[in-house]
C-alpha cells in the first residue's frame, strides 16, 4: 500500500519537494561517510595529468592571482568547463582549499538537480508520470553520476545543475510569454555553455524555436531576441577573457574541434555509416562499441533510448509537436550532433553523453502516456 501513496504524493508540486528534500538528506549523508575522513585528495601525487588536479590549480590560480586565470597565458580551451573553474575558486574562498567540500556540495547539488527537472517538466507528464520519472531520475543521478563522477572535479557536476533551472525558465517563458523570463533563461543558457561547451549551439537553437512557436503572439519578436542577447552575452565572458590576456577573440569551442578535426591524426579516423553507427550506440549505452571496458555499459539508457523512439514515431504520426516536444527534439539533436561528428568521442568515457539523458528519459516516460498534451 506504500508504494501507491509514494506514486500518488509524486504528481503533486509539494510531493516533488518532499521527495527531493529526502533525496538531498540521502545524498549528503551517503557523501559524509564516503568523504570521511575529509583529507584533499586532488594533489600532484594523486591526480597528475588528470582534468580535476587542473580545475583544481585553475580554481587556485583564480583565487590568488586574479579573475583571468593569469597563469594560463594562452587562450583558454581545456579543460571544457571554463565556468566550473571559478564554481570551484568559489567553494574554496567560502569553505577552505579542500576537494572534500566541492564534493559535499556537488552531492547537494545532484539531488536538487532530479526535483527542479520533475518540476520543470510535471506539466507534460501525466497522471503518475512524474512520479515515474523523478524515480527514474533519482535513481539514474546515483548510478550514474554520484558514484562516478560526484566525487570528481569535473564540470559535469556544475551542468547538470545548471539545465535544470534552464528548462524551469524555459518552460515558463513559454507559458508566461515573458521576455524577462526569457533573458533569464538566456542567462542560465549562457552558463550551461560555459560549462559544456558544446551546448553552445542551443542558444541560436532554441531563439529560433520560440520564434516559431510564438507566431502569432504580439512579442515575439522581442522575447526571442531576449534569450539569444542574453545567451550571447554570458557566454561572451570566455572569449573576452581570451580576447584580455592574448588579444585574440577566440571562441575556444569552435577553434578545440576544428584542431581535432584537421590534425590529430591519432584520433581522427572517416566519416562512415560504420563509424557513426558506432557513436550512436556509444550515445546509447553500447559503449563498448567505442572499445571502452565492460564496466562502462549502460543498458538502462538502450532502454530509455528505445522507449524514446517509440514516442518520436508518435510525434511524428501525429504530424505536430507540443512546444515542449519540440524542445527536447531539438536538445537532443543540438547537444549530441557535435558529438557524433567529433573525433574521439569515447575520450571522456560517458560523461559527455550524461547531460542529455534526462531529456531523452522524459520522451520514454511520455510514451507511458501517449495522449496527446494539454499545454
Known amino acids: 500500500m506504500e ?5 500518488k504524493s509524486l504528481t503533486t508540486t509539494r510531493g516533488i519537494c518532499l521527495a ?3 533525496l538531498l538528506c540521502v545524498f549528503l549523508l551517503l557523501s559524509c561517510y564516503r568523504a570521511y575522513p575529509y583529507v584533499d585528495n586532488v594533489n600532484q601525487a594523486t591526480s597528475a595529468g588528470d582534468d580535476w588536479l587542473t580545475y583544481k590549480m585553475n580554481a587556485l590560480n583564480i583565487l590568488h592571482d586574479g579573475l583571468s586565470m593569469p597563469a594560463i597565458k594562452n587562450n583558454y580551451h581545456l579543460p571544457g568547463g571554463f565556468l566550473y573553474n571559478y564554481f570551484l575558486a568559489g567553494v574554496f574562498a567560502l569553505f577552505g582549499e579542500n576537494s572534500t567540500y566541492v564534493y559535499l556540495i556537488q552531492a547537494a547539488m545532484l539531488a536538487l538537480a532530479v526535483g527542479l527537472t520533475t518540476l520543470a517538466f510535471k506539466p507534460f507528464l501525466p497522471q503518475k508520470a512524474a512520479a515515474i ?6 535513481l539514474g543521478a546515483f548510478v550514474d553520476v554520484f558514484l562516478f563522477y560526484t566525487f570528481r572535479l569535473l564540470s559535469e557536476n556544475l551542468v547538470l545543475f545548471l539545465l535544470p533551472i534552464f528548462y524551469f525558465l524555459i518552460v515558463a517563458t513559454f507559458r508566461r510569454r515573458s521576455f524577462a523570463l526569457a533573458s533569464l533563461a538566456g542567462v542560465a543558457m549562457g552558463l550551461c555553455a560555459l560549462c559544456r561547451q558544446n551546448l553552445i549551439l542551443l542558444g541560436p537553437g532554441i531563439a529560433v524555436l520560440l520564434f516559431l512557436y510564438l507566431k502569432g503572439q504580439p512579442r515575439r519578436t522581442l522575447i526571442s531576441l531576449s534569450f539569444l542577447v542574453a545567451f550571447g552575452v554570458i557566454f561572451s565572458f570566455l572569449p573576452l577573457r581570451n580576447y584580455a590576456v592574448t588579444g585574440e577573440i577566440s571562441v575556444p569551442v569552435i577553434r578545440y574541434t576544428a584542431q581535432r578535426l584537421t590534425s590529430d591524426v591519432q584520433i581522427n579516423e572517416p566519416i562512415t555509416l560504420t563509424s557513426l553507427g558506432r557513436k550512436i550506440l556509444f550515445c546509447a549505452g553500447v559503449t563498448t562499441a567505442m572499445k571502452l571496458p565492460v564496466y562502462y555499459l549502460k543498458p538502462h539508457w538502450l532502454i530509455m533510448w528505445i522507449a524514446a523512439l517509440i514516442y518520436t514515431w508518435r510525434l511524428l504520426k501525429r504530424r505536430h ?3 515542449w516536444e519540440a524542445f527536447a527534439l531539438v536538445f537532443i539533436l543540438l547537444y549530441l550532433g557535435p558529438l557524433l561528428v567529433l573525433p574521439g568521442i569515447n575520450s571522456y568515457g560517458v560523461r559527455m553523453i550524461i547531460a542529455v539523458m534526462p531529456i531523452v528519459l522524459l520522451l520514454g516516460v511520455r510514451s507511458l502516456t501517449p495522449q496527446p498534451s494539454s499545454s
Request: glycine share 0%.
Open 133 to 138: 520519472y523523478f524515480l527514474a531520475l533519482a
Open 3 to 7: 508504494t501507491p501513496h509514494l506514486a
Open 20 to 22: 527531493t528534500f529526502i
Open 321 to 323: 509537436l507540443e512546444f
